[in-house]
C-alpha cells in the first residue's frame, strides 16, 4: 500500500543527513528538505524556484554540470557524480548522490529528485590514505635504487628525482656542500624537474640566511611562501631571487648529514604555487635524506675502493712488467758494468803503456848520450891528429861500447817481459845451477845477510833457458838483498809442485801438471798491497834513481811464462816476501843439453868458404859483410828472403853457410831456412835476431847445424860462431 502524501512528507522532512531536492523539469527547485537546508546552509525560502547552480564549485563550470546532470537523468535514468560541491558559506564538502527523473503516466519527465550526501570524511581519510600509498611506493623505489647503485652520481639523481615526485615540487636540487676558501659556495651537483639550463646563468646558493642553516645541517626548512619568510632577500646583490630565476614559492630544504654528521650537501624542492609542500613532504623527504646519505657514503666507500683496487691492479702490472724486464735490466745492467770494466782496464793499460815508453824513453836517452857524447869526442880527438895516442882514444871507444852493452841489457830483459827474447831451453837441473851461484849471491847479499839453501832432493828437471834462469835467481837475490838494508835471511828453496786443475784455472794461462818450483824467501820489509799489484809490471819500481830500473820482477815474469811456468808473489807488508817461480818439469831427463857446441877454434879466420847474408837493414849486411871479408870469407848479400833464396838456387854455387835475419819482411828468416834446407840439406845456418816471434820452449831455433846470434852482438863473437858453425857437424 502506497504511503500518502503527508506520510511521505514526514519521512523527506526526518532525513537529517540527507539533502532531498525536488526539482522541476527546467532544473528549478520545488522542495527543499531540512537535511539539504542542514548540509548547503541555504533556507528553503532562499532556495525555492532558484537552480542548483550556485552548489558547484566556479571552477567545475556549474552550468555544463547541471545541464549534463538534467540529460543523464532523462536519457540513463540516473545523473550526477561524485565531487566537490558548495555550501552556503563558501566551504566545501565531499558530495555522493544522484539525479533521478519523475515521470507521467506517459513516461514524459515532470520533474527531478536530487538526493545528495556528505561523505568528505570519507574521502579525506581515502585520499590520505591513498598519498600515503603512492609516497610509500616512491620511497621503496627509490631506497631499491639506492641499495642497488654505487654510481654517486646516479645515486644523487635518483634522490633528487623521487624527492620532485613524493612531494610534487616542480623542480628539485640536490647541492653539494663544497666549503671553498672563503667558507661559502657549494656546488650544484643535481637537478630534477627542470633543465640545467634554468639554473646555469646563476651563482651557486650561498651560505646566505635562507640556504646557510640547511648547509649547516641545523634542519629543514619548508615554507608555504618563501618570499614572505624573514630571512628571505636578505643577502646582497640580489635580495631574493635573481631576475629569470625559476619561480619559487613553496619551498622545502633538508640536509643531507652523514654517519659522521658531516653535511654532505642539501636537497631543495620548490614550487611556484604557494602551500605545496605539507608535513608529509617533510616527513618522505627527511626520509630520502637519511637514505641518501647512507647511498652517498656507500657510493664515495665504493668509489674509494674501486680507486684502491685500481691503484693495486696498477701496482701489480707495474710489477709484472717489472718482473718482465728484470732481466734484461739486469742484463742492461751487467753490460754497463762490463763496459766499465773494459774501460777501466783499458786506461790501466794505457797507464802501463805510457809508464813503460817513458821508462824507455828517459833509459835509452841516457845510454844514448853516452854512446853519441864518446863518438863526438872521438871524432874530435881524430880531427886533432898525432896529439891524441891510440890508449886515449880507446877510452872513448871503451865507454861508447859500454853504454851500448847496458842497451843491449835494457832491451834484453824488456823482451824478456814481452816474452819475446830467443830462448836456448833445454833440460835444466835447478839444485846444481843454485849450488854453483853460492860463491856469486853470497857476494852480491853481502855480510848481514845469512843464505840458506833448501834443496828437495828428488827434484825434477825442467825445461828452461838456464841462463835466463840464473839471471832471475840473481834478481831475486838482489831484490831480498834490497829489502833487508839492516840484514836478515835469504832462503832458496826447491821442491816439486804438482799444480791441480782448480789452481791453474785461478791462474790465467796456467796449465796444471807437473812443475819444479825455486822459492825465493827474505826476511825483508815486505811489500805494500800497491806495490804487490805492480810488481810485475815493467819500470815499476819504489828505487831511488839509478838504483833500481823496475825491470827485475817483470824479466822473470816473461821469463817464466815463456818457458810456460808462471811466477807468483807472496808478501806482507813487514813481514817478508816470497817470491815462487814454477817451471815445468821434463822427464826426459836423461837429455843433456839439446846440443853441444864445438869447442871454439883457436881462430876465427875465414878459409875462403862462402856465406850469404840476408838481411834487410842495409847497415848490418854491411857490417856483418864487412867483418866476414875482413876475415877471408867471401860473402854474398841479399836484401830479403826471395833473393836470397835465388842465390840459393843458382846451381853449382858453392855456398857454406846461411846467415838470416830472423825478422824479415815478407817471408821470414825461419821460412826462408826452410826453404834453403829442401834446397841445400847440408847448409849450416846462423840466425841472427833482435826478438824472437811466439818463440817458446817447443820451438828452439838452435838445433844441430844451426845456431842463433841475438843482436846485439859483438862482432868477435858472431866470427867465433860462424867458425865453429862452419868447423863442427861435419857430414851435415
Ligand atoms: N823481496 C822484495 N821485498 C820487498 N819489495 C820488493 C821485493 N822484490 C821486489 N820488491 C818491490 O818491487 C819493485 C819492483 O821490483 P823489480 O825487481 O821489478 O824492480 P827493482 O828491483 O826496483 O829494479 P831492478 O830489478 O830493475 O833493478 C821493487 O822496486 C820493490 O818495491
Ligand atoms: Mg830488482
Redesign the pocket.
Given at each position: 500500500m502506497p504511503l500518502s502524501a503527508a506520510a511521505l512528507s514526514t519521512v523527506i522532512n526526518s532525513a537529517t543527513d540527507t539533502a532531498i531536492i525536488a526539482l522541476d523539469s527546467r532544473g528549478a527547485v520545488l522542495s527543499w528538505n531540512p537535511g539539504a537546508v542542514r548540509l548547503l546552509g541555504w533556507s528553503e525560502q532562499e532556495m525555492l524556484g532558484q537552480t542548483l547552480l550556485r552548489i558547484f564549485p566556479e571552477e567545475t563550470n556549474p552550468q555544463a554540470r547541471v545541464t549534463e546532470e538534467m540529460a543523464d537523468a532523462q536519457s540513463k535514468g540516473r545523473g550526477g557524480h561524485e565531487g566537490w560541491r558548495m555550501r552556503a558559506d563558501g566551504s566545501r564538502f565531499w558530495a555522493v548522490g544522484e539525479l533521478t527523473p519523475v515521470t507521467d503516466p506517459a513516461a514524459a519527465p515532470v520533474a527531478f529528485v536530487k538526493v545528495l550526501r556528505d561523505r568528505t570524511q570519507w574521502k579525506v581519510s581515502e585520499d590520505a590514505l591513498r598519498e600515503e600509498k603512492r609516497t610509500l611506493e616512491i620511497l621503496n623505489r627509490a631506497a631499491a635504487t639506492l641499495a642497488r647503485e654505487n654510481d654517486l652520481a646516479l645515486v644523487v639523481q635518483a634522490v633528487t628525482d623521487a624527492g620532485v615526485e613524493v612531494t610534487g615540487a616542480q623542480f628539485g636540487a640536490f647541492f653539494y656542500n663544497l666549503v671553498d676558501a672563503a667558507g661559502e659556495s657549494y656546488t650544484l651537483y643535481t637537478l630534477s624537474g627542470a633543465p640545467r639550463a634554468a639554473f646555469e646563468g646563476f651563482p651557486m646558493p650561498r651560505n646566505t640566511a635562507l640556504f646557510g642553516p640547511t648547509f649547516a645541517g641545523e634542519g629543514i626548512v619548508r615554507s608555504d611562501d618563501i618570499t614572505q619568510d624573514p630571512r628571505y632577500g636578505q643577502s646582497a646583490p640580489w635580495h631574493g631571487m635573481p631576475q629569470g630565476h625559476l619561480a619559487v614559492t613553496s619551498y622545502l630544504a633538508v640536509p643531507v648529514v652523514d654517519r659522521a654528521r658531516h653535511v654532505i650537501g642539501g636537497l631543495f624542492f620548490g614550487h611556484a604555487q604557494p602551500g605545496v609542500f605539507t608535513e608529509r613532504s617533510e616527513r618522505s623527504v627527511a626520509l630520502l635524506a637519511a637514505e641518501a646519505a647512507i647511498a652517498i657514503d656507500n657510493a664515495r666507500l665504493f668509489e674509494a675502493a674501486q680507486g684502491e683496487i685500481e691503484e693495486r691492479r696498477k701496482a701489480e702490472v707495474a710489477l709484472q712488467t717489472l718482473n718482465a724486464t728484470l732481466e734484461s735490466q739486469v742484463a742492461e745492467r751487467s753490460q754497463q758494468l762490463r763496459l766499465h770494466e773494459d774501460a777501466l782496464r783499458q786506461a790501466q793499460k794505457m797507464e802501463a803503456v805510457g809508464q813503460l815508453t817513458g821508462g824507455i824513453a828517459h833509459d835509452f836517452n841516457n845510454l844514448l848520450q853516452g854512446i853519441m857524447g864518446n863518438l863526438q869526442v872521438l871524432r874530435k880527438r881524430l880531427g886533432q891528429g898525432v896529439q891524441s895516442t891510440a890508449a886515449d882514444l880507446d877510452t872513448y871507444v871503451t865507454r861508447a861500447l859500454a853504454s851500448t852493452s847496458r842497451a843491449a841489457g835494457l832491451t834484453h830483459?824488456l823482451l824478456a817481459f814481452s816474452r819475446r827474447q830467443p830462448l836456448s831451453p833445454k833440460a835444466v837441473r835447478a839444485n846444481p845451477l843454485v849450488l854453483s851461484m853460492q860463491d856469486l849471491l853470497r857476494q852480491t847479499i853481502g855480510e848481514k845477510v845469512e843464505l840458506s839453501l833448501q834443496l828437495a832432493p828428488d827434484l825434477w828437471t825442467t825445461l828452461c833457458d838456464e841462463n835466463q834462469l840464473e839471471s832471475a835467481i840473481l834478481?831475486?837475490a838482489?831484490?831480498?838483498r834490497?829489502?833487508?838494508p839492516g840484514g836478515g835471511r835469504l832462503t832458496i828453496e826447491t821442491h816439486n809442485a804438482e799444480l791441480d786443475a782448480a789452481y791453474a784455472a785461478a791462474l790465467h794461462g796456467v796449465q796444471p801438471g807437473p812443475y819444479v818450483c825455486i822459492a825465493?824467501t827474505?826476511t825483508?820489509?815486505?811489500?805494500t798491497a800497491e806495490?804487490?799489484a805492480?810488481?810485475?809490471?815493467?819500470?815499476?819500481?819504489?828505487?831511488a834513481v839509478g838504483?833500481?830500473?823496475?825491470?827485475?820482477?817483470?824479466?822473470?815474469y816473461g821469463f817464466t811464462r815463456q818457458s810456460e811456468g808462471h811466477a807468483r808473489?807472496f808478501?806482507e807488508y813487514g813481514q817478508?816476501?816470497t817470491?815462487r817461480v814454477y817451471l815445468p818439469a821434463h822427464f826426459n831427463a836423461e837429455d843433456g843439453p839439446a846440443h853441444a857446441l864445438p869447442a871454439p877454434s883457436a881462430t876465427a879466420a875465414g878459409k875462403g868458404e862462402v856465406i850469404l847474408v840476408v838481411e834487410d837493414e842495409t847497415l848490418v849486411r854491411e857490417l856483418v859483410a864487412e867483418v866476414l871479408r875482413d876475415l877471408g870469407y867471401q860473402v854474398l848479400e841479399a836484401h830479403d828472403g826471395p833473393s836470397g833464396l835465388q842465390q840459393l838456387r843458382v846451381p853449382q854455387r858453392r855456398i857454406d853457410l846461411l846467415i838470416t835475419d830472423v825478422g824479415l819482411p815478407g817471408l821470414n828468416g825461419r821460412q826462408v831456412a826452410e826453404a834453403a834446407s829442401a834446397e841445400r840439406p847440408d847448409l849450416k845456418i846462423l840466425f841472427m835476431t833482435g826478438y824472437a816471434e811466439k818463440v817458446s820452449a817447443s820451438q828452439p831455433f838452435a838445433s844441430p847445424g844451426r845456431e842463433i846470434l841475438t843482436k846485439p852482438f859483438e862482432v868477435d863473437d858472431m866470427a867465433r860462431r860462424v867458425r865453429a858453425l862452419l868447423d863442427g857437424g861435419a857430414g851435415r
Open positions: 830483459r834478481n831475486l838482489i831484490n831480498a834490497d829489502a833487508m825465493v827474505d825483508g820489509t815486505g811489500m806495490t804487490l805492480h810488481a810485475f809490471e815493467p819500470f815499476f819500481t819504489t828505487k838504483e833500481g830500473s823496475g825491470l827485475g820482477l817483470s824479466m822473470i808473489i808478501s817478508g816476501t817470491v
